[in-house]
């Protein structure tokens, strides 16, 4: 299995490893903002839109290469 995903890494090409990075970089800004949307707290619009547009980010036009991030409210 490890070297299957080694496998995979080394073959991946360069517009796949920036999805890859790009990604990567968008869970840990939603990780970041997880605690917004506990059971026993209301996000703001402001946090509601821009968790949106973290999750939309893989289909903005130009992903992965270009890439417009959202501002944290």
Known sequence: ???LIIEQLVN???DEHAARFARV???KFL???DWW???DRTMTDAETTYRQALRDIPAQEGFPTTITWPTKP
Do not use: I, L, S, Y
């Open 12 to 14: 991946e090409t360069p």
């Open 25 to 27: 970089n968008r869970d």
């Open 37 to 39: 949307a506990v059971a």
């Open 1 to 3: 299995m490890e070297r």
């Open 31 to 33: 990780a970041e903002t």
